[in-house]
């Protein structure tokens, strides 16, 4: 069996109704990134960046995976399939793709503040103070910051590295270390990349760029997969 890399951004999970970062209307334009989603800003003002994140994770029990989550999840019937996914949420997960690698945390877990392998489910939408972990600090969210190190890009290298075809899918592809992972594709596998703003300038071989939404670009790309030879 063949085994397909997809690497997702916040486009995927757009149509299920969670705001990506850099479009216009975008989180990033509510919120900045200095406020909520560093190390910093959890030491200044943890109230804000624990309502922010209590905020999504609201949001996120409301929401449904789409068609392109769920054809990805079919892809499996064919292929070895690797999702690795910037996002957050656990749409992947419900949409029943099995393989699933996180390179910026999970909405759904907390991780103690002393010990960052201490990793605990939320059950429900709210992360309180005073939800301590086993050595008795509070747990934070499970979010890889900015400034953080992305503990999972040595096993997302290797699993493009290894790749016989990558998909990326819904990512403006400007957050380093994850913008660079297409790097390691082998240069012969091919590559798509489904983004209805994708942009011409990447300069990797074997790159098809399908400037659609996620929701028709990948159910479309997943069938013609599927029924090749
Ligand atoms: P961005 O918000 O930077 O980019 C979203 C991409 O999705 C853009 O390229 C859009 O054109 C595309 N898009 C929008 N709607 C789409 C749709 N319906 N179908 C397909 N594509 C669509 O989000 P990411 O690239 O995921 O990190 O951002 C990377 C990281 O930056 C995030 O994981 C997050 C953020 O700061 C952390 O918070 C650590």
Redesign the pocket.
């Known amino acids: 069996m063949k085994t397909i890399a997809v690497l997702t951004?916040?486009?995927?999970s757009?149509?299920s109704g969670i705001s990506?970062?850099?479009?216009s209307n975008?989180l990033?334009e509510q919120y900045r990134?200095e406020d909520v989603?560093t190390p910093e800003a959890w030491a200044r003002n943890p109230r804000m960046v624990m309502d922010f994140y209590n905020m999504r994770r609201k949001q996120l029990l409301a929401v449904e995976p789409n068609p392109?989550h769920l054809a990805l999840a079919r892809l499996e019937q064919k292929f070895n399939v690797n999702i690795i996914t910037?996002?957050?949420d656990d749409l992947h997960e419900r949409a029943g793709s099995s393989d699933v690698l996180h390179?910026?945390?999970e909405l759904k877990k907390a991780r103690s503040s002393v010990d960052e392998t201490l990793i605990y489910k939320i059950n429900g939408w709210e992360l309180k103070f005073g939800d301590l972990c086993e050595k008795g600090s509070q747990l934070r969210p499970h979010?890889?910051?900015?400034g953080e190190p992305v503990p999972n890009i040595m096993i997302a290298s290797g699993i493009i590295l290894r790749a016989d075809m990558v998909i990326v899918?819904?990512?403006?592809?400007?957050?380093y270390p994850?913008a660079g992972l297409l790097q390691y594709a082998p240069s012969a596998a091919p590559k798509y990349l489904?983004?209805?703003?994708?942009s011409p300038e990447y300069h990797v071989r074997n790159l098809h760029i399908i400037r659609?939404?996620?929701?028709i670009?990948v159910p479309e790309l997943v069938e013609i997969l599927r029924s090749e030879k």
């Open positions: 951004g916040a486009g995927i757009a149509e990506t970062f850099r479009d975008g990033w990134i989603a392109a910037q996002n957050v390179l910026h945390g979010i890889v910051w900015f899918i819904g990512t403006s592809l400007k957050v994850a489904i983004d209805p703003e994708a659609e939404k996620a929701s670009g």
